[in-house]
């Protein structure tokens, strides 16, 4: 059974940091990327940010190039993201999904995590 676990958000204030994890398990890991989306209240769930875990090719939206990074664990079938420089903008539930190929598709993602959520304060 494939599961996604997302976990480490939280409530910070603006400028501040969170790491946010993703742990896979019910697949290989290598064989598969994993995207972060996140959904504000009222908005559309968007991408964020992804990697192939086997390659690490990475993308990232706009909005957040050059405050967020990706990285994956492969020995612990982990995905991290970084979250640099937060601002009220960032505050959405965070959700990490398992996909052929990194994308900004969510409809390219086959399985999804539970989501944490992440409270920037201004």
């Known amino acids: 059974e494939v599961q996604l676990q997302a976990s480490g958000g939280g409530l910070v204030q603006a400028g501040g940091s969170l790491r946010l994890s993703c742990a896979a398990s019910g697949f290989t890991f290598d064989d598969y990327a994993i995207g972060w989306f996140r959904q504000a209240p009222g908005k559309e769930r968007e991408a964020v940010s992804g990697i192939g875990s086997s390659i690490g090719a990475t993308y990232y939206t706009d909005s957040v190039k050059g405050r967020f990074t990706v990285s994956s664990d492969n020995a612990k079938n982990t995905v991290f993201l970084q979250i640099n420089s937060l601002k009220p903008e960032d505050t959405a539930i965070y959700y990490c999904?398992?996909?052929?190929?990194?994308?900004?598709?969510?409809?390219?993602?086959?399985?999804w995590g539970q989501g944490t959520e992440v409270t920037v304060s201004s």
């Open positions: 999904a398992q996909g052929d190929s990194t994308s900004d598709s969510r409809y390219e993602y086959d399985y």
